[in-house]
């Protein structure tokens, strides 16, 4: 496919060249923001994350985003070695460093740390934690709706790998979408455990039919704050929402689809397993949830 597209496309800026990223208590040129072989994070995928946006000089929701990042270190028994503030306080250090004051995205990550020897046994990781951010100059450039592919990777089971858990160990997504990529679409779309639609490998999906929004119970996905967000902008604003199972069969028939993330917001499906979605534009509940939340942000990021 010559016209490949990904739900993290951004326009290029040539500025992200020469960022500042706030490493470990100090902000350095992204040519010196250098992370040990021996990391955790590097070695075993042993460390948690999360992705803000900034908007008009406040980062979107950042109580709940602090909210989901303690709770996940505490769920793998990692010590951030910062206070909640200490945390936001870097954020915003790292933005002042980079002249930053809307369209920019943040990844803020924390490791178990360096490790003395290269095996798995958390007291390996004398050193630690590793704590990175990085902030980029950040305009989602998504030109036209995403084609999505099921494949056979699934959500699973809370007690394999909790997929609430936004854990770097990301492997069975990136298999999920180069899954997809390889049936000619552009993210995957993932079932969960008893084959109900759950979520694609990057973002949370939600469908309408006859005008009700549904997406999934949330028992197998990461419970997105995006996510969140729409679901409350339903209930507020009288549009029917449904934390649902529904098939294949359900999806195929739907009237809209969309993604939610942080960095898309919502972002219109066109094409599911080479079947068109409604009229394979964005339909028009998508587009009245897209300007309620935009007019959220402003509200939220004046």
Same mark, same amino acid.
């Given at each position: 496919?010559?016209?490949? @597209?990904?739900?993290?496309?951004?326009?290029?800026?040539?500025?992200?060249?020469?960022?500042?990223?706030?490493?470990?208590?100090?902000?350095?040129?992204? @040519?010196?923001?250098?992370?040990?072989? %021996?990391?955790? !994070?590097?070695? *075993?995928?042993?460390? @948690?994350?999360?992705?803000?946006?900034?908007?008009?000089?406040?980062?979107?929701?950042?109580?709940?985003?602090?909210?989901?990042?303690?709770?996940?270190?505490?769920?793998?028994?990692?010590? =951030?070695? *910062?206070?909640?503030?200490?945390?936001?306080?870097?954020?915003?250090?790292?933005?002042?460093?980079?002249?930053?004051?809307?369209?920019?995205?943040?990844?803020?990550?924390?490791?178990? !740390?360096?490790?003395?020897?290269? $095996?798995?046994?958390?007291?390996?990781?004398?050193?630690?934690? /590793?704590?990175?951010?990085?902030?980029?100059? +950040?305009?989602?450039? =998504?030109?036209?709706?995403?084609?999505?592919?099921?494949?056979?990777?699934?959500?699973?089971?809370?007690?394999?790998?909790?997929?609430? *858990?936004? +854990?770097?160990?990301?492997?069975?997504?990136?298999?999920?979408?180069?899954?997809?990529?390889?049936?000619?679409?552009?993210?995957?779309?993932?079932?969960?455990?008893?084959?109900?639609?759950? /979520?694609?490998?990057?973002?949370?999906?939600? =469908? @309408?039919?006859?005008?009700?929004?549904?997406?999934? /119970?949330?028992?197998?996905?990461?419970?997105?704050?995006?996510?969140?967000?729409?679901?409350?902008?339903?209930?507020?604003?009288?549009?029917?929402? $449904?934390?649902?199972?529904?098939?294949?069969?359900?999806?195929?028939?739907?009237?809209?689809? $969309? *993604?939610?993330?942080?960095?898309?917001?919502?972002?219109?499906?066109?094409?599911?397993?080479?079947?068109? =979605? !409604?009229?394979?534009?964005?339909?028009?509940?998508?587009?009245?949830?897209?300007?309620? %939340?935009?007019?959220?942000?402003?509200? +939220?990021?004046?």
């Amino acid at each position: 496919m010559t016209d490949h @597209v990904t739900t993290h496309q951004a326009e290029d800026d040539a500025r992200n060249e020469d960022i500042q990223i706030w490493l470990n208590g100090r902000v350095v040129p992204k @040519v010196q923001a250098l992370v040990s072989v %021996y990391d955790s !994070g590097f070695m *075993l995928g042993d460390g @948690v994350w999360e992705g803000l946006r900034l908007y008009n000089g406040t980062w979107a929701f950042l109580d709940e985003h602090m909210d989901r990042l303690f709770e996940a270190a505490k769920a793998i028994d990692l010590d =951030i070695g *910062l206070t909640r503030a200490q945390v936001v306080k870097a954020l915003e250090d790292t933005r002042h460093a980079n002249g930053m004051h809307t369209d920019a995205h943040a990844r803020l990550m924390v490791t178990r !740390g360096v490790k003395m020897r290269p $095996f798995q046994h958390p007291s390996l990781s004398r050193s630690g934690p /590793t704590v990175a951010i990085i902030c980029e100059h +950040s305009r989602p450039k =998504i030109p036209r709706p995403i084609r999505l592919a099921t494949v056979p990777h699934l959500r699973g089971l809370p007690m394999t790998q909790d997929p609430k *858990l936004n +854990s770097h160990s990301k492997l069975n997504c990136i298999l999920a979408c180069i899954a997809a990529e390889k049936a000619g679409a552009d993210e995957a779309l993932m079932l969960d455990v008893h084959g109900f639609v759950n /979520t694609t490998n990057a973002c949370n999906f939600f =469908i @309408v039919r006859k005008g009700q929004v549904w997406t999934s /119970t949330g028992d197998y996905c990461m419970n997105g704050i995006t996510r969140q967000k729409v679901i409350d902008l339903c209930r507020a604003n009288d549009i029917p929402v $449904f934390e649902r199972n529904f098939s294949l069969v359900d999806t195929y028939g739907a009237d809209e689809a $969309f *993604l939610t993330g942080t960095f898309g917001a919502q972002t219109p499906v066109s094409e599911i397993d080479g079947r068109q =979605i !409604g009229t394979g534009a964005m339909g028009p509940v998508t587009e009245r949830l897209r300007a309620l %939340y935009k007019d959220l942000i402003s509200r +939220s990021c004046a």
